[in-house]
């Protein structure tokens, strides 16, 4: 059963930690220090992050998180999508910024991106089917000039469940799947200069337990604090030999490590998120 008020909370501090790491991207500053004060942030608060603070810049369109002395700083000019999350007790909430660092060549994408999501909350209603929603974002983006991405979406959202059941696409794909009352779900526009299509690249540092089966040991214990939910490298530094034992459990298949999404071409990328409870009649965004 939805706790409505869990929901809200996290969403609550997800919407402070988003407004805080905001302001703390900028030129010099290192991608590690970011990451680790937002994390802080949300723990003070209360709640957990819900996965690791993403900082993905340019045609970087997600799952970059930052390692100790990894020499990542932000430059003037690049564009950081900001992507966070809290929980509490499970109930998760999702949100996502872009910030230019020093400069507004770029503030045009990043409008595209937004205005999409807002009208795309505007369209919500119980009893939606999911295309109706890719269609307003999709024909927002491309009246602005832009292009969606095409191969990322939205999620649905439950309880230690990141990416539950549905897809929320970024163009009208069709679907019918319909979006009831007691659905929690994140929204994310992704908008570019390029053709619309990431790829995977290499690890970028977050992993997420697949397979607890046969764990035992070290990855007992891992699971134990992490549960379903993904986790940073940098979490697992108090456990001894923790970058090989991350190796191996990426080779056993009891962990998944999640790829760098680039835009395939290498173009720039700008994301913005909510997440979104339906509850009865209501649309509830809780990081807004």
């Not at 009246?143 to 999620?155: A, E, K, Q, V």
């Not at 649905?156 to 990141?162: E, H, K, P, Q």
């Not at 046969?214 to 001894?240: Q, S, V």
């Amino acid at each position: 059963m939805m706790d409505l008020k869990k929901y809200i909370e996290a969403g609550k501090i997800g919407k402070e930690a988003r407004e805080l790491g905001a302001e703390l991207i900028k030129e010099g500053v290192s991608y590690y220090e970011v990451a680790q004060k937002i994390e802080k942030y949300i723990m003070d608060s209360g709640a957990f992050p819900a996965f690791p603070v993403n900082l993905s810049p340019n045609h970087i369109a997600a799952h970059y998180s930052p390692i100790k002395n990894d020499g990542m700083v932000f430059k003037r000019g690049d564009l950081i999508k900001l992507d966070l999350g809290a929980h509490i007790d499970g109930y998760i909430s999702d949100t996502a910024v872009t910030v230019e660092v020093g400069t507004n060549k770029w503030e045009e994408l990043i409008e595209a991106s937004r205005m999409a999501l807002k009208r795309a909350i505007k369209t919500l209603r119980p009893g939606i089917e999911v295309w109706e929603i890719g269609m307003a974002i999709e024909e927002e983006i491309k009246m602005r000039g832009f292009t969606p991405i095409y191969n990322l979406t939205g999620h649905g959202l439950a309880r230690y469940d990141l990416h539950h059941a549905i897809s929320i696409p970024n163009y009208n794909d069709g679907s019918k799947i319909v979006l009831k009352p007691d659905m929690a779900f994140a929204i994310e526009p992704f908008a570019t200069n390029g053709r619309g299509y990431v790829k995977n690249g290499k690890g970028g540092n977050i992993y997420m337990f697949i397979d607890t089966r046969k764990i035992d040991g070290i990855y007992k214990d891992m699971f134990n604090e992490f549960k379903t939910l993904p986790f940073a490298a940098r979490w697992c530094e108090k456990y001894p030999d923790y970058e090989e034992t991350l190796r191996i459990g990426v080779k056993k298949g009891i962990l998944h490590h999640f790829a760098v999404l680039h835009e395939k071409k290498k173009y720039m990328v700008a994301q913005t998120e909510h997440t979104i409870v339906m509850a009865g009649d209501d649309i509830i965004v809780t990081t807004e």
